[in-house]
């Protein structure tokens, strides 16, 4: 039996051609007579799903057939309802060792297109690549083979049970911890559906920073709701899980991960959850970290607490995700202790056990170097952790679009097996008895009407996932597509501006900020603005931004190189050396590793101290030149994207000055140099100023806002 959905003459048909008890009707419950043809004005919300235009302006919708009936394959009809860049196209489940549980293969002959996948939900995944192609690529359907880079595409919510969001720049979390209402269905929904038009297939729900709470059995149940209505959209939910939750939730005396009752009580849960939610993906954790417990309190190591937990998952297909972002002063310098915790575990957790690995070595700076976790550890599967909230880099108040940064850690050579150790190879590649692959990304998402805080910020959940699925596409192409969904009536002329103020902005961000290595010399607790001399009475050193630019009347930046803390050897071989040396150290990394003097000449013949003002003076620069390129493009973009935008480039440009003249009258009086350009403001006055972005309505203003409340 072939029954298939046709657009033509909005009926279903059912032929006769091959029967199984398997292939059922699909009973669609619309026609295309529901769909209205007026392009709708711009909706946030709507995300990048602005319009399906040219099926919109099309009567030659395809015929979609469809030889089965599950959820997911009634989304991939519906999806497809507006298709028109072919005649027919068929969607068929077939066995295709080569294309794995979520690859697809797009096929042509003649006008008609032929889908073949393992699953419904890859079949899903191609839907919508079709109906990416037909809006970005626009003519006919472009044939492939699609397998993702990664088996777990995977958002973490840093999302506390109380609503709150951890590094949230859009509002309150999107999870209700209640029976799902109808409104609450409806944006879980939503977000489903964007997360699988990129390929984003698991998301864990809660703040690694998390409660014991989140494994009571009502949180389960709600977990289990969530999952039911995530599942038809081809994600799976894990949790992060606090090491502790035996002693809170079941009164055990202690958490030891060698203690039969604490192993016990860890597989009896995980025996409750897969009870309810059988495709439950996992546990994400975070312990021994900033105050969290784990199994060092009990003179256990890593490897013992995460091997309990893999134990208890095993029989169910789990993964625990163990975070390697620890930091507990075991050596002076803080760059150096995940190495130096994890390295000597390598080999000795499960296989069920992956480390989640920040990209850099301390903590989501504009830019690091990469983790020289990566390169050395050998035998334990490995993750990368990105962030895609901007907790380093504007809030949702500043243009930065991320890919540029993260695909400059997953091309980074580690060196580990010699050249071309990328550790998008490294973790994409699985060790022996290894099921799974993972990268991970912090979500910026909330219950904010357009989910991101700022509608620009949407290309970054749009990225992570693009860039998860296909580690080789390109930061340029990833924002062409975002651009042409997002807007879809804009010139070629005009898109082209919008794509270089993306693919230049974290760049900027980098130059108004944290120039030539520089790193952490934020203002304490919020992470939003500048302040390099911040220092909070009794606090630990490694939270104050001396610890790491060590200023002085000699110069500038951390001392990692063979007279310091020696972190250059935790690289493998060419980069120890390149790295060790100051005169081959690359110029972004350079404050990062030495301490260089005032007048320092850099390869290009610019003292440190000049080229330190070039920097900041062309972050600044750059946020100018934004706001011009964005007006530029006016009108060709919807009055309200143009609007909410330009009000953040304003945000953004005030906010560099801010960085621009505290950085550099603060370094100034260490370098006794002249700063070429002009500052506006009082270095006094800036340091005896603390901008309160404790609560989520002052960070949307910046330091915009926090002028005008003080004036
Ligand atoms: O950078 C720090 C953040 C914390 C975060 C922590 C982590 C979730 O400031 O807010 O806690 O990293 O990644 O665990």
């Known amino acids: 039996m072939d029954t298939s959905f046709s657009n033509h003459n909005m009926k279903l048909h059912i032929s006769s051609a091959i029967c199984s008890p398997l292939m059922l009707a699909v009973a669609l419950g619309f026609s295309s007579c529901d769909r ?27 015929h979609v057939i469809i030889n089965d009936s599950t959820p997911t394959l009634r989304i991939v009809a519906d999806e497809m309802k507006d298709f028109s860049i072919a005649d027919a196209v068929s969607f068929n489940i077939v066995s295709d060792e080569k294309l794995g549980h979520d690859g697809y293969d797009i096929s042509l002959s003649g006008s008609t297109v032929t889908v073949s996948a393992n699953s419904d939900v890859a079949l899903l995944y191609a839907a919508f690549d079709l109906l990416r192609q037909q809006h970005v690529e626009v003519g006919s359907v472009r044939t492939h083979s699609s397998v993702p ?77 969530i999952a039911d209505i995530l599942r038809p959209y081809g994600i799976r939910v894990l949790v ?19 203690r039969d009752s604490v192993r016990q009580w860890w597989k009896d849960k995980a025996d409750e959850i897969y009870s309810l939610i059988p495709d439950f993906a996992g546990f994400l954790v975070k312990a ?29 297909g789990g993964i625990v ?60 599967q490995m993750a990368a952790e990105l962030q895609i909230t901007q907790e380093y880099t504007g809030a949702a108040n500043h243009l930065c679009y991320l890919p540029t940064m993260w695909l400059e850690t997953l091309n980074a050579d580690t060196y580990r097996d010699g050249q071309g150790s990328t550790i998008a190879r490294l973790t994409q590649d699985k060790l022996p008895g290894v099921k799974v692959s993972a990268i991970a990304g912090v979500a910026n998402i909330g219950n904010d009407d357009n989910w991101c805080g700022n509608h620009i910020a949407q290309s970054n959940w ?36 919008v794509r270089d103020m993306l693919i230049e ?34 606090a630990r050193p490694d939270w104050m931004p001396t610890y790491y630019h060590c200023a002085d009347s000699v110069g500038l930046g951390s001392r990692r190189d063979l007279n310091g803390s020696k972190a250059v050897l935790q690289y493998n071989a060419p980069l120890s050396d390149l790295y060790a040396d100051v005169n081959t150290c690359p110029d972004e990394y350079l404050l990062w590793f030495h301490h260089v003097n005032w007048d320092f000449r ?17 972050g600044l620069a750059m946020t100018v030149h934004f706001l011009a390129s964005w007006n530029r493009v006016q009108s060709y973009v919807d009055a309200n994207l143009w609007n909410d935008v330009q009000h953040k480039l304003e945000i953004q440009h005030d906010d560099a000055r801010w960085w621009h003249d505290g950085c550099l009258l603060y370094f100034q009086q260490f370098s006794k140099m002249p700063i070429p350009q002009k500052t506006i403001y009082n270095l006094d006055d800036m340091m005896k100023f603390h901008i309160n972005i404790t609560n989520y309505e002052n960070a949307k203003q910046g330091y915009r806002g926090e002028k005008l409340v003080k004036e």
């Open 36 to 62: 209205q043809s007026p392009v709708s004005p711009f909706d946030a919300h709507s995300l990048w799903f602005q319009q399906h235009k040219a099926g919109l302006h099309s009567d030659n919708k395809a």
């Open 149 to 225: 880079s990664y088996d777990f595409r995977m958002l973490n919510h840093w999302d506390n049970l109380d609503g709150t969001v951890e590094r949230g720049y859009a509002g309150h979390s999107i999870w209700q911890w209640r029976t799902p209402t109808p409104e609450d269905i409806k944006i879980y929904t939503e977000y489903a559906r964007a997360n699988a038009s990129v390929g984003i297939n698991t998301v864990v729900l809660n703040n690694v920073n998390a409660s014991p709470e989140m494994l009571s059995a009502e949180h389960i149940k709600i977990v289990a709701q």
């Open 240 to 258: 992060s899980v606090n090491f502790s939750s035996p002693m809170v939730l079941a009164g055990l005396p202690d958490a030891d991960p060698l």
């Open 288 to 316: 021994n970290s900033e105050g969290l417990p784990g199994p060092l309190d009990y003179h256990r190591s890593h490897s013992d607490g995460a091997n309990m937990l893999a134990e208890a998952l095993k029989p169910h």
């Open 321 to 380: 995700l163990w975070r390697a972002f620890v930091y507990s002063p075991s050596d002076a310098d803080r760059a150096k202790q995940a190495y130096l915790e994890f390295q000597p575990l390598d080999g000795q957790f499960l296989d069920n056990v992956i480390i989640q690995i920040k990209n850099g070595p301390i903590d989501f700076q504009p830019r690091e170097p990469f983790s020289p976790l990566f390169g050395a550890l050998k035998k334990t």
């Open 462 to 497: 749009y990225a992570f996932g693009r860039m998860a699925w296909d580690t080789n596409l390109t930061a340029d192409s990833i924002a062409t597509e975002w651009i042409r969904q997002t807007m879809p009536d804009i010139p070629r002329h005009a898109e082209s501006t």
């Open 505 to 538: 902005s974290r760049e900027a961000v980098v130059d108004y900020m944290m120039p030539l290595g520089l790193h952490h010399i934020f203002a304490w607790g919020h992470h939003y603005g500048p302040e390099p001399w911040c220092a909070v009475p009794g």
């Open 602 to 618: 850099m390869k290009n013949g610019r003292t440190l101290w000049d080229e330190l003002c070039v920097r900041y003076d062309h």
